[in-house]
């Protein structure tokens, strides 16, 4: 499976931005979907999964009630959209795929991802 993400860019406070993983190669129903952000200076975490094959989703509290995960089989696609972003939400988002198999519990250990894409970077200012 190979990861394309886009749609970053640079937003005030308070705006809404959305962004893409395009996949191509496997079956993407068998994957769960994790976005992830790295900050400047801090580590790299989940923002939010979903599973493919139910759409069954998670949000980090950072994200919950502002940002929203779609998934789209026959497209092979991922949306998250992000609103009522902060300045705190600056930073690459990354895309990556994880297979079901490896279990829902997993979703939050980086290692565990079997394909990623490449970071898009999200400014907000204030």
């Known amino acids: 499976v190979q990861l394309q993400a886009s749609g970053g860019g640079t937003v005030q406070a308070g705006a809404s931005l959305g962004l893409s993983c395009a996949a191509s190669?496997?079956?993407?129903?068998?994957?769960?979907v994790g976005w992830f952000r790295q900050a400047p200076g801090k580590e790299r975490d989940l923002v939010a999964a979903i599973r493919l094959r139910d759409m069954l989703t998670y949000y980090a509290d950072s994200a919950k009630g502002r940002f929203t995960l779609s998934g789209d089989n026959a497209k092979a696609s991922v949306s998250l959209q992000l609103s009522s972003l902060k300045p705190e939400d600056t930073a690459v988002y990354y895309c990556a795929a994880i297979e079901d198999r490896k279990g829902w519990s997993r979703i939050s250990d980086q290692d565990s991802y079997n394909y990623w894409g490449q970071g898009t970077l999200v400014t907000v200012s204030s």
């Open positions: 190669g496997r079956t993407f129903s068998r994957y769960t």
